[in-house]
């Protein structure tokens, strides 16, 4: 199933999308697709609905962000080689690991937003996922299990502020907006194999960014297996996975996004 979440910003709506690709309304089962809703029980019910009885939503709302009241929005760095080598970095031993601000999670269509001071606005097109259950010191099937289900993240980043300001690179990822999610929540039996799925990012019609998920360095098994020995995942986290080459700050010359 693809869930969506619909409507004004802060009162979104639950939905479906039907065989044709429309917005059926979910809000006379669910409260939100976020939280206990993610997890496996409540994920059985919905799947056992007829989507298609479900009433539709008409027009063409605002998509929301596709999970709701996210809790921890949790980011691996550098986990395509040639992210890595297109910005002269070795390849990591171990995941790298930072966090991109709650306060950043947007709708996928909504604007992003230039902070005060910035210089270096880049893109960066990600596979996110989002967990379903409380995790802690998973192995890689129990992570698996976990998951609620995928979603396309866009890991908007600062590059000034991520990287020339010390510290962590949270600095230039957590600012409003630098997180939209969606269009959509896809659970994982709509997938095949979640290791070969085409990523790409367009800028002004023109692709800039062309990978593929077996190009990652670190799995998605391993990666929810690996975050839960640090910290316990709740229903409702997010992990972004990493992305693909072709950002800006790997250009000759440099590119960044801006105004329009």
Not at 63 to 86: K, M, S
Not at 166 to 176: E, L, M
């Amino acid at each position: 199933m693809k869930f969506v979440r619909y409507g004004e910003r802060g009162r979104e709506r639950p939905g479906v999308l039907d065989g044709a690709g429309g917005i059926r309304d979910l809000s006379a089962h669910v409260d939100d697709i976020a939280g206990p809703v993610l997890g496996t029980a409540q994920m059985q019910r919905l799947h056992a609905l007829d989507v298609e009885a479900l009433p539709k939503v008409s027009g063409e709302p605002r998509l929301g962000p596709c999970v709701g009241h996210v809790g921890n929005f949790i980011a691996v760095g550098l986990n395509y080689a040639d992210h890595a080598a297109e910005g002269g970095d070795p390849i990591p031993p171990e995941p790298i690991l930072f966090n991109k601000a709650r306060s950043s999670v947007s709708g996928p269509n909504d604007d992003v937003i230039q902070p005060r001071g910035s210089t270096k606005l880049d893109w960066e097109v990600e596979l996110a996922i989002v967990i379903g259950e409380r995790l802690s010191y998973a192995h890689e099937d129990e992570g698996w299990n976990g998951i609620a289900g995928f979603c396309i993240c866009h890991d908007v980043s600062e590059r000034a502020f991520q990287l020339e300001r010390g510290g962590t690179w949270s600095k230039g990822k957590g600012c409003p907006t630098f997180g939209p999610l969606g269009p959509w929540l896809v659970t994982p039996d709509e997938i095949a194999d979640v290791q070969k799925l085409a990523i790409w990012l367009e800028l002004n019609g023109k692709r800039v960014q062309n990978g593929n998920t077996s190009n990652m360095i670190f799995p998605v098994r391993h990666i929810v297996s690996y975050i839960s020995q640090f910290m316990v995942l709740e229903p409702g986290d997010v992990i972004t996975t990493g992305t693909p080459a072709g950002v800006g700050a790997g250009m000759n010359p440099e590119r960044y996004l801006q105004p329009g």
